[in-house]
């Protein structure tokens, strides 16, 4: 019997002596903390790692989690200074930094931390409009921070960070907050339209400066050369002239080459013509069958003839007048006798005579028209010395 309660009894022995071990050696995590309390009374604070206590004497109380630790509130009703209730979540960041004061200084450091946080945000907010509202959370922020950092500081409590999560206006502010954000997106689109058209209208206009500015300048640039290629052209004819001393008929027949170009004015009717022209006119007319001293034979006898040569190769005549709008000079009244008595139907000419007479007063009528072109060339080229109207 003896040798088997010798046995039950020393099992006994051992499993009371792990279960005071096991009462007396306490292992703590890290960033983790324990109070202990001996017959009631706080004794230490169990750091992280193994820790002996003395058992039926220590008790050791729950844990108490050092790290940072995160705690959201729900909506908390605040009135502003313009008397509209909103509604604010806000995000709590703190840690526990003594665990004697956590542990013995609150209740329940959570529920406090809310309360005080609620209370702090009535008195920032009583004090702002809406607008500020919604555009001062930083502001916000740190005065929170700043007080629930200093009333939770006595709990053993650090206080890292505070952020206003939502700010909820009423339903009838959040349309009318609506209404005003279109009302001015819809002007800021409206003045930047605006100063589109503007800058559009302007740039257009500059460009359309710059090209009238530029095209002047072609045209002036163009005139110019064109002036001067017109220059040097008269003057290198001019100078061919009077090197080679070209004769009458040579300028002549320079004239007559330049009056078809005249005779294309359809309103030039009146022609003053130069002496010297018709000096030089007077060689050409001796070709269609005129004397030694430059004047054109008149046929005698009867029948019509012309006056051969018009008032304007008359000898001492500084210069000639033809007037084209009133028809063709009359060679009568020139004074010429063979053509007073042609008109008079004095005397006969054969056939022969009359076809020649035909001829020669065909002739000088387009001399005469030469001579007009001639005069309107020299009064616009000004190269033969001053003209002198008849």
């Known amino acids: 019997m003896t040798a088997i309660v010798a046995p039950i009894v020393a099992f006994i022995v051992v499993v009371l002596a792990l279960a005071i071990v096991a009462k007396t050696v306490r292992i703590v995590p890290q960033a983790r903390a324990r109070n202990v309390e001996r017959f009631g009374r706080y004794r230490k604070t169990l750091q992280p790692g193994m820790n002996f206590i003395i058992p039926m004497v220590d008790r050791v109380k729950p844990l108490i989690d050092l790290r940072e630790q995160v705690v959201s509130f729900k909506g908390q009703p605040v009135i502003t200074e313009d ?41 920032v907010i009583g004090s702002m409009d809406l607008e500020e509202t919604l555009t001062s959370r930083d502001k916000i922020n740190n005065m929170l921070r ?184 009359d060679p009568a009244a020139n004074g010429d006798p063979a053509a007073a008595v042609d008109a008079a139907g004095d005397g006969d000419l054969t056939m022969a005579e009359q076809a020649v007479a035909e001829q020669q007063a065909r002739a000088h009528e387009e001399l005469a028209h030469v001579e007009e072109e001639v005069a309107a060339v020299q009064r616009e080229a000004g190269q033969f010395g001053p003209h002198q109207p008849a």
Do not use: C
């Open 83 to 123: 008397n509209l209730v909103v509604l604010i979540d806000t995000v709590l960041f703190f840690s526990v930094t003594d665990p004697r004061a956590a542990d013995y200084e609150i209740v329940d450091y959570i529920q406090a931390i809310e309360q005080i946080t609620a209370t702090m945000l009535r008195s």
């Open 146 to 329: 700043g007080v629930l950092d200093e009333a939770s500081g006595k709990w053993g409590i650090r206080v890292t960070r505070v952020e206003i999560k939502a700010i909820d206006p009423p339903k009838s502010v959040v349309d009318a907050m609506e209404k005003q954000m279109r009302a001015e997106r819809e002007k800021r689109a409206a003045i930047l339209t605006a100063e589109g058209v503007r800058q559009s209208r302007i740039l257009t206009a500059e460009g359309e400066k710059q090209s009238s500015i530029l095209r002047a300048e072609g045209e002036r640039q163009s005139q110019i050369l064109r002036a001067e290629g017109q220059a040097q052209a008269i003057g290198t004819v001019f100078q061919a002239v009077h090197r080679n001393n070209a004769d009458a008929k040579v300028l002549a027949y320079q004239y007559l080459q330049t009056l078809p170009q005249l005779a294309q004015s359809e309103g030039n009717t009146f022609w003053v013509i130069p002496s010297e022209v018709t000096t030089a006119l007077k060689t050409l007319s001796g070709a269609f069958g005129g004397d030694s001293a430059g004047q054109p034979a008149v046929p005698t006898g009867p029948g019509p003839a012309a006056d051969p040569t018009p008032a304007a190769l008359t000898d001492g005549a500084s210069a000639a007048v033809v007037d084209v709008g009133a028809g063709q000079p």
